[in-house]
């Protein structure tokens, strides 16, 4: 029987575990804090990988600066300093996703029996391709591979909306409200299902990194390295990982 092992067993590795348990393989996950992923300004799954979800609608809004006559999505490269080629670029007004946290809980029910307390080290990567016919990892790169040079752009966030936000504007609907003006401090807000989370430049108790790609070959064959810290690149959402562990497979 094929063995596979993930490491991380947070929205990514989960996911990445049901592709490996749908083709048969004996899976076991390694989570250093089993069961408390944090999804900080988490909004939605973008495919349901074939679970049995909750449907959510989500409303796309930018409030762009009107006395800068640049695009919206190079606005928006100006105030967060990021690449011009980000997420607004060609953003939808409208975007079908499903409901992740729902996702988080049905896999953590489906997996928290196979998930072992063990908070993996560098050290170990050796036995663990030796020792399994495919190895996951979804934690941040560096942490499995100290020698890469993984930087990021950090910002922060905070649960709850921006001063002068009024919810009345966009009814139950969910929202994620983009704004490029420089005036305001904060880049990003977003109400899903009921959960409201603000993005900003400087204020905030939750940390958020931006990743700055590195220049990386991965040596092992039977190492996948997946999720947004796994392969540590920017814009790469949760439900891929669960693809390309059924690719792999
Ligand atoms: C603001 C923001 C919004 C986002 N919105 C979306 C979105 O709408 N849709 C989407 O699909 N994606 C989105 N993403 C991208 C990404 O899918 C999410 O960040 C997602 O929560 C990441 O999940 P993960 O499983 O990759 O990482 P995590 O949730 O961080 O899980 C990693 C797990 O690894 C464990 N771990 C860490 N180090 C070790 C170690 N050494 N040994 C063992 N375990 C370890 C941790 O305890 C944790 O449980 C967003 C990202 C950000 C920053």
Redesign the pocket.
């Known amino acids: 029987m094929t063995k596979v092992c993930v490491?991380?067993?947070?929205?990514?590795?989960l996911l990445a575990a049901l592709a490996a348990d749908e083709a048969g393989a004996e899976v076991t996950l390694?989570?250093?804090?089993p069961g408390?992923?944090t999804?900080?300004?988490?909004?939605?799954?973008?495919d349901p990988c074939g679970l049995d979800l909750e449907p959510v609608v989500v409303y796309n809004i930018v409030l762009a600066d009107d006395s800068d006559k640049s695009e919206p999505h190079l606005q928006y490269a100006k105030k967060l300093n990021i690449p011009g080629d980000n997420s607004l670029k060609d953003l939808p007004l409208r975007v079908d996703g499903w409901n992740?946290q729902q996702a988080y809980n049905l896999l953590w029910e489906r997996f928290k029996d196979r998930c072992e307390e063990?908070?993996?080290e560098p050290k170990q990567l050796k036995s663990l391709v030796k020792g399994y016919n495919m190895v996951v990892s979804?934690?941040?790169l560096q942490?499995l591979i100290p020698g890469v040079s993984c930087f990021g752009r950090e910002f922060k966030?905070y649960l709850g909306r921006p001063p002068g936000m009024s919810r009345a504007l966009y009814g139950n609907n969910n929202v994620v409200v983009y704004n490029t003006d420089m005036d305001y401090d904060w880049y990003r807000y977003s109400c899903i299902n009921g959960l409201e989370w603000t993005?900003g430049l400087v204020k905030g108790d939750h940390s958020?990194i931006k990743p700055i790609e590195p220049e990386f070959k991965n040596p092992y064959p039977n190492l996948l390295l997946t999720?947004?810290?796994?392969k540590w690149k920017r814009g790469?959402?949760?439900?891929e990982s669960y693809y390309e562990v059924k690719q792999r497979l």
Do not use: S
């Not at 490491?7 to 590795?13: D, L, Q, R, S």
């Not at 999720?227 to 796994?230: A, D, E, S, V």
């Open positions: 490491i991380g067993a947070g929205i990514a590795g390694f989570d250093q804090l408390k992923a999804p900080v300004g988490l909004h939605y799954l973008h992740l063990h908070t993996v979804t934690i941040p942490r966030a993005e958020i999720g947004r810290w796994g790469v959402l949760a439900h």
